[in-house]
Structure formats: C-alpha cells, structure tokens
C-alpha cells in the first residue's frame, strides 16, 4: 500500500493536474493455451455427427476412425468453415434442415480428398474447439456463452508459434531508450583533465559509444577507469553507459556506482546516465532505489518532453519487478493526458497488450487493429516496429494462414534485421507449412513452384510433409523446368534443416544435370551422393548410374572401377545395361576374362528388355564372343554368336553374322565363312558391315586364285 502511495505522490510532483488511479493487476503476456494438436495422419473417415443444443450453446462432434487432420476457418457472412484432410464418407443431407438459435443447416460436400462441413450462425455467437487430443473427434462449441470458461487458444497448429514468441517475451529484454539525444563531454573540460593523446582517445571512444560501436567504446573508456585520476568518474559514467547498452547490466551498475561516489553531482548535469543507472539498479533487483532515483530525474525534468516517456519507462521497469497494478495506473495516466507526446502511443501500446491473451480467432480483429492504428499514427520507429510486429502476431496466432503468411512477408520486408527477425523465421516456417497443406497442388503446378521458390528458406515444416520433394520434382517436370529445380534443390541441399532430403535431391539434381548435357554436374552430384550416403538404399543404383555416365564420355577405367563389384558374388545390377558398359570397358582395356563374364551377365537380361538394353544386345554378343576369341575359347566364342543368331527379333544381326564368318575362316572352315559373308553382302542393312563382308569375300577369292594358279 505504501509503495502505490509513494509512486501516486511522485507522479503528483509531475502532473499537478491529473490523478493517477491505479487498477487491478493485468498480466502482460502470461501463459497460453494451445488447442490440440493436429498430426498429419493417413486416409480417415467419417463415423457420425451429432449436434445437441444445451443452454447456452450448440454443441457439434464429429467422430472419425482416426485422429483428425482438420482446419477451422470463419468464412464472410457469418459462415463457419470445418475442412477434414484426406477424409472419405457421406455428404449427409439430413443436416441441412438443422436449426437452432445458434446455428444454421450444416451442409457436406468435398474438395478434393477432403470433406467439408459448412454452416452459418449467429450474429452475436462465438465458438470454441474443445477437442480433445488423442480422441477420434472433433467438437466444437457454438454460442453466446459456455458452461465453464476456457482459456483463449490461437488456431490449431499455431502452437509452435507461441512457444517462439512466449520465450522471446520471457527471455529478450533489451536496455530501454531516454530519449535524450547524446551530448560529448566538452572539449574545454577534456584539455583541463587529459594531455592531447589522452583526449583524442576519450572523444574516439565517445564517438564509437554514439554510432553503437560499443566493443570499441568499452576498451576506450576502460583505458581511464584503472587509475584515480581526474578524468576516471566521467570515464566511469560513460563505461556504465556502454555496459549498459551492451546489456551487461551487473557491470554497468558497478561502474556507476563507483563514479557516484567520485563525482555525484554528474547525475545532475546528465539525465541520460541518471535514467541508465535508474534502470540498471532495477534490473539488479533495488525497485526502491530505482523508482527513487527515476522519480527524482522525473520531478525535475517536468515541463520537458522527455518527462512523459520518462514515466512510461519507469512503469516498464515495474512490469519487470512483477508491480503491474503501479504500472499500469502510470500507462493509463500517460495515455490520457499526453496526446502530443510519443509517450501516448508507448502507453496505449502497454495497456492493449493487457488483451493480447484474450484475443481469439473470433474476436482477435479489433485488438490487432488497435495495434495497426499505433503503427501508423506513431513516428518512433521502434515503436511502429513493435505495434507491426503485435499486430502480425496476432494475424500468425487466429487468422487465416494464407493471409497471416502475406502480413509476416510485408513485416520481414520492412524490417528485415530487426529485433524480431528471430522469431518472425519460425512464425513464417508454421505458416508456410500450413499453407501447404490447405492447399490443393494437384492442378496447380506453377501455383507450387510459385509457392516454393518464394519461400525457399522457410520450408523447414514442409520438408517433413509427406512426398513434399516428390511434389515439387513433378511440378517442375511438368512445367519443363529442369534448370529452376536445380537451383531450387541446389539451395535447400546447403539447409542443415533440409538434411533428410538430401539423398533424394542430391540424386534429382544429378538426373536432370545429365537430362540437360552437363555431365559435370552430374558427376559432381553423384560422387556427393556416394560419399555422404554410402550404405543408403540406393547408393548401389546411383553407382551404376556414375559408370553409364563415365562410359557414355568414353571413360573406360574408370568406368571398370566404378563398377567392378558386379561381378562380386552375390551383387546384381539394377539395371541390366551396366554389366554391357563394364563389359565393353573392360573389353577396350583387354581384360578379356572379366569382359565376357560381365557381358554373358548382360545377355540374359538384355534379351528380356525392350528400349535401350535390346540395343545394345548384338554389340554385346559380339564384344562377348570377341572376349573369348581373344581368351582363346574360339568354341565358346562361336557358341555365343550362334545363340544369338538364333534370337528371331534380334536387331542389328550384320555383326554377329561377320563374326561367326570371322570365328568359322580361322578355323579353316572357309566355305561355311564365305556363307556368312555373303549373307551379309546381300541381305545386311548396316552399310558398314556390308562393306567388310564383301572385303572379306574378295580376300577369299585372291587367296583361292592364288592357291589354283601353278
């Protein structure tokens, strides 16, 4: 009781004219409720609604088989919106003819692999959500009061953002202006207390604490305070400052301390320091001492401009100390009686957050208008950025998510390193992920890549949605943007919150590298692959893929050491052209041996395939049959040809039929290689082969001539 009096006859001392009342006691931001949270689950359906009227409200449950996935939104005309995600069961007709004196028909329908319950109510009602996490329903309250009062909750799936902003309400507590513009010590007084170097670095130190250099203003004020000299009280008050700004509070009240008991008259000649020392013995603990000293400063300085804000900073120190009631008295004195002063908008903005926690998705509005009028009518950039910031929140915490996300994106735009860019991350993060999953994507690929794109360095939530990358991948696809999707991939892959996309994306950027020529990249993107995820599930595919590229830049060596282990017993390839691009690798090494045991790997399967796999099957019978000849199996080289000479839709036939021309003259069968020549000289279709049959048929002719003639 004695304390509210003392601060009523301190405020007295300043406004002569005006009474200070002091109300009960409002908590700033205190606790808040969050509603269930919502998990994303697999397809749900719907069980029964039921909607029973009881005294004061109308009470809809909607059961389902699992948890529900669902969003609550006010649409315009006093429509109340229910959209459960990924949810099947029958539009009920039989609701639509409901009414009672808080609602309306409830009509179902569908919106893609939703299902939507959409109704009207009451111009005066008000609704609650008062489901139950963990339970398979959803139910929800709608009228003018309820049977026991709960606490206020944002939207569900908001609750991480209260949790950012209720720490940074708790934790951040930065040193509070005076609103006294900075004066340097006097030149005059310097040359009576320091030689020249001495006042060069004095004023040096005074410039870097004005500009906010305060490291560099610490170390140069510190020069002076270590001796008793006649320049250490002043070089100790302004170390105090420094500290203080530098919020090393403990260190900034010692140093004042100590330069009050040097020269205690400062005190009166700077009332910048005199508000420093105030609030630094606050925020030790000392609320009397502080309110006595800020009180002093206040009374003398009452017909200034400064004395207003002066008093709100003082109410700002009794929030601090837990004295709301003293506080808010001082707010509500200000706000009423000083409407040309800043120190108006600083109290009104204090008083309105006594509602901050009041605030819900049905009634939220007017408060956050209220925030968006101090805004814009106040001229004190920190407070337009801290009235902008409530008002956001406010639109993060109960608006739509859509349209809560457009204010956080103008907020950031604004103030892109102010002292909520912290927090505004997470808020923005939230409401991007939500956003993502109330929208439909399925037709809307350049919506998505739109979307994606603009918000590449807050999809750390959507990263965890279920086929998120997939998605994207396939808008991109379809819209035929293969560069963009490298670069959009290429910058999450730098993301520590990205990580557990890394594979799938490290792997997408090397396939459409490869799809648009550049093979450097590729390269790059699989090598990263194999070393960062070397036992991954697909670490094996993507090996095989590295050594079709190495082969296809006719890179045999290392294409045989990319993928030798196929031949390892026990190990299968992927896919069936990689045992053909060892094969014709080791083939040009002449490595005969493992040449034909990875191609006779490949025939099997290349005979099974269509496409690019049956292609490559003549070249591979004859590079495997080639490899024995070589190995000196020519019986093992011919039997190869043979078998696939015996394959009746094999394309490319002039080749083996060459070869098994080739493997029948050196073994002295003439007559049988001449009739493989001749088939391809006649009937062959490859120019190429043509050519060396009938080369091969006009040796054979000399070499018989020869033989005949004597």
């Not at 709608?142 to 026991?148: D, E, L, V």
């Not at 601090?320 to 707010?331: C, D, I, M």
């Not at 040309?340 to 901050?356: E, G």
């Not at 040809?641 to 490319?652: M, N, Q, S, T, V």
Request: charge should be positive.
């Amino acid at each position: 009781m004695s304390r509210a009096y003392d601060i009523r006859r301190d405020i007295r001392r300043f406004l002569s004219l005006h009474a200070l009342s002091v109300t009960l006691l409002t908590a700033l931001l205190s606790g808040f409720m969050t509603s269930p949270a919502v998990a994303s689950l697999p397809a749900n359906s719907l069980h029964r609604v039921s909607l029973r009227q009881k005294q004061h409200f109308t009470r809809i449950t909607i059961a389902l088989e699992n948890r529900p996935h669902y969003t609550l939104s006010r649409l315009p005309g006093n429509r109340l919106r229910i959209r459960l995600a990924d949810t099947d069961g029958p539009l009920l007709k039989k609701f639509r003819r409901y009414s009672d004196t808080n609602l309306g028909g409830v009509v179902f329908s569908r919106s893609g692999d939703s299902l939507v319950l959409t109704f009207p109510f009451a111009t005066d009602r008000i609704w609650r959500d008062v489901s139950v996490d963990g339970v398979n329903a959803i139910t929800l309250d709608i009228g003018t009061q309820f049977g026991s009062p709960l606490p206020p909750a944002q939207r569900s799936g908001r609750d991480r953002i209260w949790s950012g902003v209720e720490k940074l309400v708790r934790d951040f507590d930065p040193p509070l202006k005076s609103e006294f513009p900075f004066v340097p010590t006097d030149q005059i007084l310097l040359k009576n207390l320091l030689d020249r170097d001495g006042q060069e670095v004095f004023l040096a130190a005074e410039a870097a604490l004005y500009k906010g250099n305060l490291s560099e203003a610490e170390e140069g004020f510190a020069q002076f305070t270590s001796r008793k000299t006649a320049i250490q009280p002043l070089a100790l008050y302004r170390l105090g400052e420094t500290h203080y700004k530098l919020q090393k509070y403990s260190q900034a009240l010692s140093s004042f301390r100590e330069a009050e008991k040097l020269w205690p008259a400062f005190l009166n000649l700077n009332p910048a320091v005199t508000f420093y020392y105030g609030d630094s013995i606050a925020r030790g603990g000392d609320l009397s001492a502080a309110r006595s000293l800020l009180s002093g400063l206040i009374a003398r300085l009452a017909e200034k401009k400064f004395a207003p804000v002066l008093l709100v900073r003082m109410a700002d120190i009794l929030v601090r100390q837990g004295h709301e009631q003293e506080a808010l008295g001082v707010y509500r004195t200000v706000s009423e009686n000083f409407r040309d002063n800043k120190a108006t908008w600083i109290a009104m903005l204090r008083l309105k957050d006594r509602d901050f926690l009041q605030a819900t998705p049905w009634n939220y509005l007017s408060l956050g208008n209220a925030y968006l009028d101090i805004y814009r009518q106040s001229n004190d950039i920190d407070l337009r950025e801290e009235s902008l910031f409530k008002y956001v929140l406010l639109e993060s915490l109960h608006g739509e998510a859509s349209d809560a996300l457009r204010q956080v994106v103008m907020f950031q735009r604004k103030y892109p390193r102010g002292v909520y860019a912290a927090v505004c991350r997470t808020i923005r993060e939230v409401l991007v992920a939500q956003v993502y999953r109330e929208t439909e994507w399925a037709r809307k690929s350049s919506g998505l890549i739109l979307f994606a794109e603009e918000h590449q360095d807050y999809l750390a939530e959507c990263m965890e949605q279920p086929e998120f990358l997939q998605k994207i991948v396939r808008a991109y696809e379809t819209a035929g943007r293969p560069i963009e999707l490298i670069r959009l991939l290429s910058f999450l892959l730098e993301r520590q919150w990205a990580s557990a996309g890394a594979p799938f994306m490290y792997e997408t950027v090397a396939e459409n590298a490869e799809l648009l020529g550049d093979t450097v990249m590729a390269e790059k993107y699989m090598r990263m692959f194999l070393q960062k995820f070397a036992s991954h599930p697909r670490a094996r595919l993507i090996l095989e893929r590295l050594g079709g590229l190495l082969y296809s830049e006719g890179r045999h060596q290392e294409t045989r050491d990319t993928l030798l282990w196929l031949l390892n017993r026990g190990e299968k390839a992927r896919m069936a052209e990689s045992y053909y691009y060892l094969g014709r690798s080791l083939w040009a090494l002449r490595q005969f041996a493992p040449a034909y045991r990875s191609m006779e790997l490949y025939l099997p399967r290349g005979v099974d395939h269509t496409g690019k796999a049956a292609r490559l099957l003549p070249d591979a019978y004859y590079v495997a049959a080639s490899a024995r000849e070589s190995a000196g199996d020519r019986k093992g080289a011919l039997r190869l040809i043979e078998a696939g000479l015996k394959k009746p839709d094999l394309e490319g036939r002039d080749e083996l039929l060459y070869k098994a021309g080739e493997l029948h003259l050196h073994a002295g069968r003439t007559q049988r290689a001449q009739t493989y020549f001749e088939q391809v000289a006649t009937k062959g279709s490859d120019p190429d082969w043509q050519n060396l049959a009938r080369h091969a048929l006009q040796t054979l002719e000399t070499n018989a001539g020869s033989k005949a003639t004597p």
